[in-house]
């Protein structure tokens, strides 16, 4: 029965909205807010060091979720909260944090680590402890391997990274490759399987480098890039360091057109590469601008509380929070952390802005689906890529 100051009209249009802010009980639209002591999710990730801008986005991402969720009744009446530990992505310090997380006791899943050498490296801790460890950035093939009690909303690059090559390959045209690729477990694992689609897509690989993640000046490998004579270049990297890249890409006389890995998509490559990033293409599971429900839904939400404009990591980690919170309401009011490990097996069709309806697949602990967005940055603004376009363009 409806509330009786609510006429079907007004109804319907809270319904709809409820709906895509991504509340995951359908009736908690109706319930009173959270109250009494939380129920506790862990999180270990980046807060200072080189990557701490990935942890301030995670904070957005995780806040409007719990304001969301807590608003309707949060976890069987119970407000969720979370004790954020600072990791630096340091796999040394992500170590020390799984050990403190699995001895609270009051802690009943693990968000992160962000790099995927930093969250598989405290796997077997959480993998021992019976704690879920859910690693909503980690996109290493090998990451949900770890065990049942290690899982991912995060698209694998096995299957991120031959979009990737469809977007350079077939979309911008490129025939000979070069790849710069952030040497980490994940940059050699992210170029391989890139190498791979590409050769397999009809392209040939000019030449591939590495460089280290605290590094700064790229002028000498840039110059090695140049002399291979690609007609294409491909960045596995992070925003922080793509927009570095892109800045001194023009200084050694490389005139080639760029695509570069989704993790690059944010407002703050933009912002760190200024006129230098232009003409770069990414693909990204996550565009603001995009029409279904769910994103515009989060969109709205996230400028009314924020300002500005969310990126993908803001997102990543607003998902991430729902999909704990429908695992943790199908635990039950009494879960302990078997019963929530359990629970993701159950639970589907969880409301999600990135996949609008998400369900784990059991055997890969990923979610089922993958999709993505063409982008490029346009007069310096992120842009969804005229498919017909690009083609034209690179069948010149």
Do not use: C
Not at 176 to 195: C, E, M, P, Q, Y
Not at 204 to 227: C, H, M, N, W
């Amino acid at each position: 029965m409806l509330p009786p100051l609510f006429t079907r009209h007004r109804f319907l249009r809270h319904a709809v909205a409820l709906s895509a802010a991504l509340l995951t009980a359908p009736l908690a639209a109706w319930a009173a807010p959270a109250s009494g002591e939380p129920v506790w999710f862990g999180v270990s990730g980046p807060l200072t060091g080189q990557n701490a801008q990935y942890g301030a986005q995670w904070k957005a991402g995780f806040d409007l979720a719990l304001e969301h969720i807590n608003a309707q009744g949060g976890i069987h009446g119970r407000p969720l909260a979370y004790n954020f530990e600072d990791s630096q992505s340091d796999p040394r310090q992500s170590v020390a944090i799984a050990q403190k997380l699995v001895n609270d006791k009051r802690v009943l899943i693990e968000l992160g680590d962000f790099s995927s050498p930093a969250s598989m490296a405290a796997s077997p801790i959480y993998q021992r402890a019976g704690l879920v460890q859910l690693g909503f950035t980690n996109s290493h093939p090998d990451f949900t391997k770890g065990g049942d009690y290690i899982w991912s909303p995060s698209i694998s690059q096995a299957d991120a990274q031959p979009l990737l090559a469809d977007l350079a390959v077939k979309t911008l045209g490129f025939k000979r490759i070069a790849v710069l690729f952030l040497n980490t477990d994940w940059g050699r694992t992210s170029k391989d399987v890139l190498v791979k689609a590409a050769q397999e897509r009809g392209a040939q690989l000019a030449i591939a480098e590495g460089y280290q993640p605290d590094e700064k000046d790229f002028r000498s490998t840039l110059v090695r890039v140049r002399d291979a004579n690609p007609d294409g270049v491909v960045l596995i990297s992070y925003y922080p360091d793509g927009a570095l890249i892109a800045g001194q890409v023009r200084s050694v006389g490389l005139k080639q057109p760029i695509a570069a890995v989704g993790s690059v998509y944010s407002p703050k490559f933009i912002e760190l590469g200024g006129a230098a990033v232009n003409g770069i293409h990414t693909n990204t599971a996550f565009f603001p601008e995009e029409p279904r429900t769910e994103v515009q839904a989060f969109v709205k939400s996230f400028r009314a509380k924020y300002s500005k404009e969310p990126d993908a990591f803001n997102a990543y980690a607003y998902d991430a929070v729902v999909y704990a919170a429908a695992a943790l309401r199908e635990a039950g009011p009494k879960a302990d952390r078997k019963a929530v490990r359990d629970a993701f097996y159950k639970i589907k069709d969880v409301p999600s802005v990135i996949f609008g309806k998400a369900t784990f697949d059991a055997q890969t602990r990923r979610v089922i689906g993958v999709k993505s967005v063409n982008l490029v940055v346009k007069d310096g603004k992120w842009a969804q890529v005229d498919e017909k376009a690009a083609a034209l363009a690179s069948a010149k």
